[in-house]
């Protein structure tokens, strides 16, 4: 159980392009989700926290104009890199959580590999 | 706020031998603890746990941490390390922020395994 999907795998676009990537919760329902980002032999930093049906709670120095998150529905969260440049070159990664306290943990997708040439 | 160090970027050990991955935490409340696993382009795998209660907590893989609040520690053990175990380590501590949990995660270790 608490299996966790990522679309695309890997993603190669063009520079000033946008790219969406999808995170479902495949076996719960998550009603928060949270994206990170990656950079080669890095840890993961939090970008933005999102629960359904509300905006996204972004961190600091992430623009929420470039990274459009959406959690539309209890199993489904999207986050879009609109006019993506070379220096958004990453590994990105969702996790979910069941709920919205109480320190549960989070189950992590498999991550999404974008490169903008 | 909370932090987490990882002391330690790259740890090498020889098959059969043991592991010992240090994680260092700050944190002003009671810490959830947590220790990932990374394998090379791919998402994150939880080893194990500590909420509450027993403070030697066990994971999956032979895997177990033993949190320590006098030391602010949760450092991670394995007896007999196998090839299987090379891998990314991440050790994180929770941040309840806006009702919703938030993990910090450290720097992270890069376990290698020798014959």
């Known amino acids: 159980g608490a299996v966790v999907s990522q679309h695309p795998s890997r993603v190669i676009c063009k520079s000033g392009t946008s790219v969406k990537i999808e995170c479902r919760s495949l076996?719960?329902?998550?009603?928060?989700m949270f994206w990170y980002r990656q950079f080669p032999k890095q840890s993961l930093m939090l970008m933005a926290t999102?629960?359904?049906?509300?905006?996204?709670?972004?961190e600091q120095g992430v623009e929420k104009d470039k990274f459009l998150i959406n959690h539309a529905s209890l199993t489904l969260s999207t986050l879009t890199v609109t006019s993506a440049h070379p220096e958004d070159s990453s590994f990105y990664i969702c996790?979910?959580?069941?709920?919205?306290?109480?320190?549960?943990?989070?189950?992590f997708g498999p991550g999404t590999r974008l490169t903008v040439t | 706020a909370q932090s987490v160090t990882q002391l330690g970027s790259h740890v090498s050990v020889s098959e059969g031998a043991l592991v010992l991955l240090r994680c260092n935490y700050s944190?002003?409340?009671?810490?959830?603890l947590f220790w990932y696993v990374q394998y090379p382009n791919q998402g994150l795998q939880l080893l194990l746990k500590?909420?509450?209660?027993?403070?030697l907590v066990k994971g999956i893989n032979g895997f177990e941490a033993e949190f320590k609040k006098s030391e602010t520690s949760f450092h991670l053990t394995k007896p007999s390390a196998h090839m299987s175990d090379a891998a990314e380590y991440f050790c994180?501590?929770?941040?309840?922020?806006?009702?919703?949990?938030?993990?910090?995660f450290g720097t992270g270790t890069r376990l290698q395994v020798f014959p």
């Open positions: 994180a501590v929770s941040d309840q922020s806006y009702n919703t949990d938030k993990l910090i």
């Open positions: 996790s979910a959580s069941p709920g919205t306290s109480g320190r549960i943990e989070q189950y």
């Open positions: 999102s629960n359904e049906g509300s905006k996204a709670t972004y």
């Open positions: 500590y909420t509450t209660g027993a403070t």
């Open positions: 944190s002003s409340v009671p810490p959830y």
């Open positions: 076996d719960f329902q998550a009603t928060t």
